[in-house]
């Protein structure tokens, strides 16, 4: 009896013993998700003041997590921010510019990247949605295997829109294979000069849903001309409107199939992209037509992810982390109404500037920490940028990054899940100029090119100017005043600051 019971003991301790085991492990290595938008200004959701359009699944992440005040992308376009939320390297070292659709990749298989790192780390990884990083060594073709692309540079998984939206190919490609294709209906692609005899936006305007600018009239799918010609391949061209669907099923997926290990999921969403194409179940929600549509749309798709980790009951271990890779804009080349229908909405908060901009609202995004049971709610007004969290989360699971792996990323871990409000000293912003802050202070380096008339012409303040610009954030967060005559100190601290960096 005396025997049994001391075994029972010790197969209880066992018991104990694994389960404690278990939820080290779990702590350490919960579940990742980024969830990236596309062109969502700082006052764009609920809970950064929009009024005119609900985002109630974002606001319960902000509600239940750290809402950030003062996170950045790295720059105030796509493909720059891209490559240093997964490279931790800044873009102007990578030469990164946007990407039309059939550039090479810009990220060299061999580089250390996020996913290659939480691959090392345990982790499944998939990329869902947008990549706007380029595919292959420079000749694309899109009816082969393509690749390189993100299976190459540390994704288990892929399905991708390739550029973006509204840029050929309208196709997906799936672990480097576009779905669904025809062998009989090859897809060709130029960007260079038209081929085919496809309608495009300047042939057959009567076939479009949206007019468009010229750059965005060439070869037209789903009723919406596109940057770029294509031909073939129209089994596999997306319908606009049922993307989010498609993804979302996608990301679903992967989710349900890796919810007993450590999974990674990057959904870089296509929302709030150009064309703004709301699936019907959203189209007219909102007063702000398509853009606020599309707004209602993601957060939809954010509502759907939080709910599967809820019914599978992994909520608690998954770290979810929202954000947006560049400011707002308005008017992107299509005629959907969005600066006719904005009323008064202020996409940027109270910043200035937006996609493109060298101000504030280029890159300072709505950015959202969530973790329930660990990340305790609030705001946090440290100084971010998403260049850190390569570092951060190799903190977070226990990896050392090796030499050279991610030189601008700094583990800034305990900001991003709230322990500490203490951000970076130095933050730089990337557009068609370099900027430099401080927790207060911000200087914009001097451009002796003005503002592109392509800018002018859709009221983007590009922020350029040939002389220094100095603003004091904490008094002037609208960067109305430059001040720079009066702080030559100050100008000088931030200059040698830029200095170290971008030399
Ligand atoms: C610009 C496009 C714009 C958008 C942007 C990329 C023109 C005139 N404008 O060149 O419509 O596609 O590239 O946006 O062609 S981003 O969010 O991917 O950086
Ligand atoms: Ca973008």
Redesign the pocket.
Known sequence: MEQKNRSLILLLLAVLFTMSGLDVIAQSKPNIIILYA??LGYGDVGCYGASAVKTPNIDRLASNGVRFTDAHCTAA???PSRVSLLTGTYAFRKKAA?LPGDAPLLIQPGTPTLPSMLQQAGYATAVIGKW?LGLGNGIINWNGFIAPGPNEIGFDYSFIIPA?T??VPTVFVENGKVPNLDADDPIAVSYAAKIGDEPTGLSDPQLLKQRA?T??SNTITNGISR?GFMTGGKRARWIDEDIPLVLNAKAKDFITGHKNQPFFLYYPFPNI??PRTPNRKFAGTTALGARGDVIAEMDWLVGEITQLLDSLGILKNTLIIFSS??GPVLD??YEDFAVKLNNGHRPAGIFRGG?YSAFEAGTRMPTITYWPGTIRPGVSAGLCSQVDLMASLAALTGQKLSAGAAPDSQNALDVWLGRSKQGRKYLFEESYTFSIRDARWKYIAPQQTSTPD?MKNKKIESGLAPVDQLYDLQHDPGEKYNVASQHPEIINTLKAELKKLTL
């Open positions: 596309d062109d376009t796509c493909t946007i706007h973006t509204d840029r600018d750059q965005h940057i992209h150009v890779d560049n992107d080349g996609k392509w």
